[in-house]
C-alpha cells in the first residue's frame, strides 16, 4: 500500500516539475559580475538548477554531520564494550555484597505517622 503512495507522489511532483517546465519556456539572460553574462537559458532550466544545486550543497553538509556522528557511535559503543567487560570481570564478591537485600525499615508507630502525616492502613 505504502508503495502505491509513494508513486502517486513521485507523478503529482513529475507532472508539476512538467507543466512548470511548458509554462516557463521564455529564454533568459543571467548577468554575473564584471560584465559576464550566459547565453540565453529556458526559465525553467535555471530555476531546475537552482534547486538540484541547493540539493547537491544539503547533501554535502549533511555527509560531514553524518561522519561526527558515525565517530561518536563507534567511541560510544567501544566504552560499552570496555564497561561491559568490566562488569563481567568483577569478583564473585562484590557481586555477593551488591546481591545483598535491603533491609526494609520497620513499621512507624501510629503517634509518629501522624507527626508526618501519612495514613495509615489497616
Known sequence: M?????????????????TFGINNLEPIRLHYYFGLSSMPLPLYGVVYGAMLLGIFIGMLV????????????????RENRELKAKVGEETPEAKATEEQPVTEPEEESEEESEDTGEIQKF
Not at 62 to 77: A, D, M, P, V, Y
Open 2 to 18: 505504502g508503495s502505491y503512495v509513494k508513486a502517486i507522489l513521485l507523478l503529482i511532483v513529475l507532472v508539476i516539475l512538467v
Open 62 to 77: 549533511g555527509i560531514n554531520s553524518r561522519f561526527t556522528q558515525r565517530k561518536k557511535i563507534k567511541t560510544l559503543q
